[in-house]
């Protein structure tokens, strides 16, 4: 949940939190709470490509969509992110279309 995200004082910007974008954010956790707030969220990296082509959008819907559905782990896997994280950066700076199985196969 993000206070006052809507509002002319937010330091927050609703843009940042499109489909797979790669954000640092500030976040109060509260034990007793399943609700927890952003504080600050800023882009860790920007895509060039991503969000501005049809075809590439429509990959990342999709695979923010499988992404959501499959990963259920409650703890933090650091080599599985770095992976997902290096696909989509690839992707990004692909020049054509790439087949969505491509994504799956590891970086050679």
């Known amino acids: 949940m993000i206070k006052g995200l809507r509002s002319k004082k937010s330091s927050i910007r609703p843009g940042l939190f499109q489909s797979l974008a790669i954000l640092e954010m500030v976040v109060s956790h509260k034990e007793k709470s399943t609700l927890?707030?952003?504080r600050e969220a800023r882009m860790h990296t920007?895509?060039?490509?991503?969000?501005q082509d049809i075809r590439?959008?429509?990959v990342v819907l999709f695979l923010n969509e499988l992404l959501y559905k499959i990963l259920q782990?409650?703890?933090?896997n650091?080599?599985?992110?770095?992976?997902?994280?290096s696909q989509l950066l690839?992707?990004?700076?692909?020049?054509r279309p790439v087949p969505l199985f491509q994504f799956f196969l590891p970086l050679s």
């Open 36 to 38: 927890h707030h952003i």
């Open 46 to 51: 920007a895509y060039a490509t991503l969000h």
């Open 56 to 58: 590439k959008t429509s």
């Open 73 to 76: 782990e409650e703890n933090g």
């Open 78 to 85: 650091r080599d599985l992110f770095s992976f997902i994280i």
């Open 90 to 95: 690839w992707f990004d700076q692909a020049d």
